[in-house]
């Protein structure tokens, strides 16, 4: 295991918890990013992310603190704090404390995720979280789909962008899924925020298959660092969300979604039983990379292939777009050290 070099403090949207575990009046505690945040659910089904400690005395509000309306009341004194971090009601003063406010965090939620908006410089976000069906412009949407399976792991020793790099690399298939796929890659689209990969696959052995033969594939859409969102078409419909989310300087939690398509016309209890069989194998085959990625050292400059230069390179160049020093942190200065 090696603490990863690339800083850990990188921008975008970040997956911090699911939608059903923030139920309305509900105070969730997390740590990310180094911060004790909570989230909490309005009655009117806001949520909101913030700093988990009361600006008065310093209370953890993910401790007894309660969902007041559309505010949250401190458990120590009672002070409430709105939505936008700012302190509302003191109940034994004629006035609330106007200066003080606890950071917040831009949220979205989608695909029953909570996704906030992670910058150290404090700036709107400048791009949009991907969404598993709307960002494939193909008319999809969840109703065509099994619920949603889902994998969550904890404290691994990793980096958001390994999980990046992985849908780059082709020769990994063979060697950790031991599936014998050839994907060739249709589309390597790395010029915004929001990258694109697409790649269609053939199986070894099928050196003749013309391009125009090949009948399965995925297209991957990057939202920044955080947030991958998948396609396959093909053979089994499905669609994935990896999201990984720095805890602090060394770990990070890692969520894995899945979802099987419905057959029109096929939908009975058997196929639904199938298709969670199938969406285990998806997760099963995400385990296995996480197995390489929580105990891998990142390797900057890597020793790349000729035909892995292109497609490893396009993504490392557009990812240091999102760390705060536009290198990548200390694994900049290890590479400048070696170079
Ligand atoms: S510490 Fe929160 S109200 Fe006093
Ligand atoms: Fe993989």
Same mark, same amino acid.
């Given at each position: 295991m090696a603490k990863p070099p690339l800083s850990m403090k990188p921008t975008g949207w970040f997956q911090v918890a699911w939608s059903d575990e923030v139920g309305v009046g509900?105070? %969730? #505690?997390?740590?990310?990013?180094?911060?004790?945040?909570v989230a909490w659910r309005s009655e009117a089904g806001q949520v909101t992310?913030?700093?988990?400690?009361?600006?008065?005395?310093?209370? %953890?509000?993910?401790?007894?603190?309660?969902?007041?309306?559309?505010v949250l009341q401190c458990p120590f004194h009672g002070w409430q704090w709105s939505q936008e971090g700012r302190n509302v009601c003191i109940p034994y003063e004629s006035r609330p404390n106007r200066g003080r406010r606890i950071k917040t965090y831009p949220v979205i939620e989608r695909n029953a995720s909570i996704y906030i908006w992670h910058d150290l410089e404090g +700036?709107?976000?400048?791009?949009?979280?991907?969404?598993?069906?709307?960002?494939?412009?193909?008319?999809?949407?969840?109703?065509?789909?099994?619920?949603?399976? +889902?994998?969550?792991?904890?404290?691994?020793?990793?980096?958001?962008?390994?999980?990046?790099?992985?849908?780059?690399?082709?020769?990994?298939?063979?060697?950790v899924h031991e599936t014998p796929?050839?994907?060739?890659? =249709? /589309?390597?689209?790395?010029?915004?925020?929001?990258?694109?990969?697409?790649? =269609?696959? =053939?199986?070894?052995?099928?050196?003749?298959?013309?391009?125009?033969?090949?009948?399965?594939?995925?297209?991957?859409?990057?939202?920044?660092?955080?947030?991958?969102?998948?396609?396959?078409?093909?053979? #089994?419909?499905?669609r994935t969300i990896s999201a990984i989310t720095p805890v602090d300087e060394y770990t990070s939690d890692v969520r894995f979604m899945v979802y099987i398509g419905r057959v029109p016309g096929k939908d009975s209890p058997r196929a639904e039983q199938k298709a969670i069989a199938f969406g285990e194998e998806i997760i099963r085959q995400f385990r296995q990379d996480i197995y390489?990625?929580?105990? &891998? +050292?990142?390797?900057?400059?890597?020793?790349?292939?000729?035909?892995?230069?292109?497609?490893?390179?396009?993504? +490392? =160049?557009?990812?240091? &777009?999102?760390?705060?020093?536009? /290198?990548?942190?200390?694994?900049?200065?290890?590479? %400048? &050290?070696?170079?």
């Open positions: 509900d105070v %969730h #505690v997390m740590k990310y990013f180094g911060e004790d945040m992310v913030m700093n988990a400690y009361c600006e008065h005395l310093g209370a %953890h509000l993910g401790f007894g603190g309660k969902v007041v309306g559309e +700036r709107e976000p400048f791009f949009d979280a991907p969404d598993v069906f709307a960002s494939f412009e193909d008319g999809s949407s969840v109703d065509d789909y099994y619920p949603q399976q +889902r994998l969550f792991e904890q404290g691994h020793e990793m980096h958001p962008q390994y999980v990046l790099e992985n849908g780059v690399d082709f020769a990994h298939f063979k060697y796929i050839n994907p060739i890659f =249709t /589309r390597h689209d790395f010029a915004d925020a929001v990258s694109y990969v697409d790649f =269609t696959i =053939t199986f070894e052995g099928d050196d003749g298959q013309r391009i125009e033969d090949v009948n399965s594939g995925v297209e991957a859409i990057n939202g920044g660092l955080g947030i991958a969102v998948t396609k396959s078409w093909g053979m #089994v419909d499905n390489i990625w929580s105990h &891998q +050292r990142y390797s900057d400059p890597p020793a790349l292939s000729t035909s892995e230069y292109e497609g490893f390179t396009a993504i +490392r =160049t557009w990812a240091m &777009q999102f760390y705060p020093d536009g /290198r990548g942190g200390s694994a900049a200065d290890l590479a %400048h &050290q070696k170079g």
